[in-house]
């Protein structure tokens, strides 16, 4: 790799200090960003049917139900509208032709028809699920025409969405946000009186994970131009990472040879790791076993970096691990506890350095190296013999 005079130097290092204020914030994670994967619709409908209703076993009374009318009479078409308390709620509802509506909530005053939207377009039946609101009113009607308090309750249809705009007319729009927000000032307010369960904090994550469909919508511009107007640059960065890590392979398998002799032929297997981790792996091309080797695992995400450097024995006996282990009672660093893996078809080991100086991690992995050249051309064919 060619020198970088001053000049280049600073001005990647300008662009590394403008590039900051473009990154993006890391967003809580959830529990329901690993359980409910991509298919979110029919979980999120579901968890939506058990929290509005509060009878259900969460212990959260009502807020999750005034919520969700709180953030109704915010629309202008709703806001005197006195929807009053919870009667029911279903979800896959079908119709007549088949279709199914994701989720209908009773009150005293409405049926309300919820369409819960995340990733796809809405092309939905939207007239199919008017017509079953229609014909659902009119056995409400039918049932209450003989009493005295008889009135005609409201339909409402709603599509809830990332955005909170429907495309479909006669349907009325809630954005996440929207909703989520209510929810939590209703919450508020009840976790004042109850201790807070279990439910209460798995409500918590699923209103996160709610709020998390925004990032739907946002298109950073102002990073879409960063990153435009500065590619030839970035790419030049890009190359100057890739050009250091063949530097540090090659530094590290040099080390190797100068102690093993010239006849050693090392092997190195790139992989990647957690975080986007390289981890490089330092083999023999005359080791009995292939998956035997030392890696490095370059901690890329920390600042400075730092790193790990592993040890794994394929085909292991306790003989052989007994050898390593007197051999590897020279190291001066701290060891974590060994483990197996495969089924202990890998007998493995790792060392943890806050900080990653290429003179002492090339020193300690020739010594590993030569402890597993040992184990592979020597230790292992003694043992079978």
């Known amino acids: 790799m060619a020198e970088l005079d001053d000049k280049e130097l600073q001005r990647y290092e300008n662009l590394l200090l403008k590039a900051q204020q473009y990154k993006i914030p890391e967003r809580e994670m959830t529990i329901f960003d690993t359980a409910l994967k991509n298919h979110h619709e029919n979980p999120i409908t579901e968890l939506l049917s058990f929290f509005l209703n509060p009878n259900e076993k969460h212990g959260l009374g009502t807020s999750f139900y005034d919520g969700f009318i709180n953030s109704l009479n915010y629309k202008e078409e709703y ?12 979800t896959q509802q079908k119709t007549d032709k088949g ?4 989720l209908w909530v009773e009150t005293d005053t409405a049926l309300i028809i919820v369409e819960v939207k995340v990733y796809h377009y809405q092309k939905n039946p939207f007239p199919d699920y008017l017509a079953w609101g229609g014909k659902k009113l009119k056995e409400f009607s039918n049932l209450t025409k003989k009493e005295e308090s008889y009135f005609e309750k409201e339909l409402v249809p709603l599509i809830l969405c990332p955005d909170g705009i429907s495309y479909a007319e006669q349907w009325l729009g809630l954005a996440y946000n929207d909703l989520t927000l209510e929810i939590r000032t209703a919450l508020a307010h009840e976790f004042f009186k109850i201790s807070i369960n279990k439910w209460g904090i798995f409500a918590r994550d699923f209103l996160l994970h709610l709020d998390s469909f925004v990032d739907l919508l946002e298109t950073n511009m102002e990073s879409i131009n960063f990153v435009v107007q500065n590619m030839k640059k970035i790419q030049e960065l890009v190359e100057l990472r890739d050009s250091v890590y063949q530097e540090i392979i090659d530094y590290i398998n040099n080390e190797i040879k100068n102690k093993l002799g010239e006849d050693f032929e ?7 790791w ?3 981790h390289p981890a490089i792996r330092f083999s023999g091309s005359n080791w009995k076993d292939k998956w035997t080797d030392t890696t490095l695992n370059l901690h890329i995400t920390k600042n400075p970096m730092s790193c790990s450097v592993h ?3 394929e085909n292991q006996n306790d003989e052989l691990i007994k050898k390593l282990k007197q051999y590897l009672r020279k ?9 197996y893996e495969r089924n202990k078809k890998f007998w493995c080991m790792k060392w943890d350095f806050d900080e990653f100086n290429l003179e002492e991690i090339s020193q300690f992995l020739v010594f590993t190296q030569v402890g597993l050249n ?12």
């Open 79 to 90: 806001e005197d509208f006195d929807f009053g308390s919870f009667l029911k709620v279903s």
């Open 99 to 102: 279709n199914f509506i994701d």
């Open 374 to 385: 040992k184990v592979e051309t020597e230790w292992k064919i003694k043992t079978e013999c």
């Open 331 to 339: 190291v001066k660093f701290q060891a974590s506890e060994p483990w």
């Open 266 to 272: 090392p092997i190195v297997k790139w992989h990647t």
């Open 311 to 313: 040890i794994h024995i």
């Open 274 to 276: 957690a975080e986007n």
